[in-house]
C-alpha cells in the first residue's frame, strides 16, 4: 500500500468549503486545471462518477464514504490498483483543516505506488488552494 496526504488549514467555515467541495464532485463547478466531474445522480455512498483529469482520459470513480460536512471519498480502479481519494473536513476554532488523502492498495501497489502515486497526488496542494478560493468568492 502507498499513501500521501496534504493537509491545509484556512479561515474560512467549514460548511463553505464543503458546499463549494460538493459543487465541484456534482458537476456544478470545475476547478482551473481541476478535474471535471460528472456524477449519474445525487452524490452518495455508490454514487459512480465520471473523472475527467486535465488532459487525460476519463475514469470511473465509485463514492464509498459520505458524511455531510465531514468526509468524502471514493475509489477507482486502475488495472489491478484501487486509488482511494479520501478528503476530511475538521472544523476548528477559527477555521477548518483539510486534508486529501489518496491511498494506491492492491497488487502490486508497493511496487507501483511510489511511481504512480506523486504524479496523481502532485497537485493536491493547487488544487485545494483553489478549493478555498472557490469557497471564498462563494
Known sequence: MWTHEHTAETDVPVDRLWQTFVA?????????????????????????????????DTMTSVV??????????????????????RHSFEQLADGTRITHRLTISGPGA?????????QISADFPEQLDALVDAARRG
Open 24 to 56: 465541484i464532485h456534482s458537476g456544478r463547478l470545475v476547478l482551473p486545471g481541476g478535474d471535471v466531474f460528472r456524477p449519474d445522480r445525487e452524490l452518495a455512498v455508490g454514487t459512480r462518477i465520471a473523472v475527467t483529469p486535465a488532459g487525460q
Open 64 to 85: 464509498t464514504e459520505l458524511e455531510p460536512g465531514a468526509t468524502y471519498a471514493d475509489e477507482t480502479r486502475f488495472e489491478d490498483l484501487v486509488l482511494t481519494f
Open 110 to 118: 508497493d511496487e507501483a505506488g511510489p511511481e504512480l502515486g506523486p
